[in-house]
């Protein structure tokens, strides 16, 4: 039996020495988690959004500013791997972690409960802008956003949803957090899928991606944020 193996897979990604380059994408973004975020992080705290969760104060209202404007960048992601500016981008098509159609269903149901849903606002709006130009010159640097906004949804994306079922939704989960399929194994194949296409890459076209994480942290956060407005 080969290490490989025996070796429990989610200790893989839990820091350490990198196999593949998803790992060291990984190592890139727990580093700029905040301490507060994740055991990993080792960025200090600022603003709301960078404390402990469960010193959240989330509103309805933020929250449902942050569903609109999440959705908004899921639709562009998904319609940016739907035709692909580069052939790369097709491995990631039906992935099973496409959450737009399901975003959708949330926003419906929380209509129906008679909750005001708002337009998009800027947040979402300009993460979209710069993820559609940025898909169309920069396959690497934009890999990087769809690892992150993927990832990130499954990751503190879930500690986020439990707090704010618990606090505004009646302990309602949303579709958001639903995914068909054992979602480990779904994870499994995109990280798979991420490594195979990085094989091709350069050591400057890896670096390329790496720094670009920094700028997905800042997008993201603006929309996070939304929650506790
Ligand atoms: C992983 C929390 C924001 C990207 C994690 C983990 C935690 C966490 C606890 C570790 C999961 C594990 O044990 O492996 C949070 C919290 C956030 C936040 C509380 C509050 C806003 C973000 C943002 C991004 C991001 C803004 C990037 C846009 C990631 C990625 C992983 C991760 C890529 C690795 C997931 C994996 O390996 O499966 N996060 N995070 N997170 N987070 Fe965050």
Redesign the pocket.
């Known amino acids: 039996v080969s290490a490989a193996m025996t070796e429990k897979p989610?200790k893989r990604?839990?820091g350490g020495e990198a196999k593949g380059f998803?790992d060291e994408?990984?190592l890139v973004?727990?580093k700029?988690?905040t301490r507060?975020?994740?055991?990993?992080?080792e960025m200090e705290a600022k603003a709301p959004?960078?404390q402990?969760?469960e010193e959240w104060e989330p509103t309805l209202d933020g929250y449902l500013k942050f569903l609109v404007d999440i959705k908004v960048v899921y639709d562009t992601l998904e319609q940016i791997i739907e035709k692909p500016s580069f052939p790369s981008y097709g491995e990631f098509r039906n992935t099973g972690l496409e959450r737009s159609e399901k975003l959708a269903k949330d926003l419906k149901w929380l209509e129906e409960k008679g909750y005001g849903v708002p337009e998009a606002s800027s947040p979402g709006v300009a993460y979209a802008k710069y993820l559609k130009q940025l898909s169309e010159k920069d396959p690497q640097a934009f890999i990087c956003h769809f690892?992150?906004?993927y990832?990130?949804n499954?990751?503190?994306?879930r500690?986020?949803a439990k707090k704010v079922a618990e606090k505004i939704l009646d302990s309602r989960e949303l579709e958001f957090y639903k995914w068909d399929g054992e979602l480990s194994q779904l994870?499994q194949n995109v990280r798979d899928k991420l490594n195979k296409v990085a094989e091709n890459w350069s050591r400057e076209d890896k670096n390329r991606c790496l720094g670009e994480?920094e700028i997905?942290?800042k997008?993201?956060?603006e929309i996070?944020r939304l929650m506790l407005s």
């Open positions: 989610w990604y839990t998803v994408m990984r973004a727990m700029l988690h507060q975020q994740a055991q990993e992080g959004e960078e402990r969760v690892y992150n906004i990832f990130a499954t990751a503190g994306g500690i986020i994870l994480t997905s942290f997008f993201y956060r996070v």
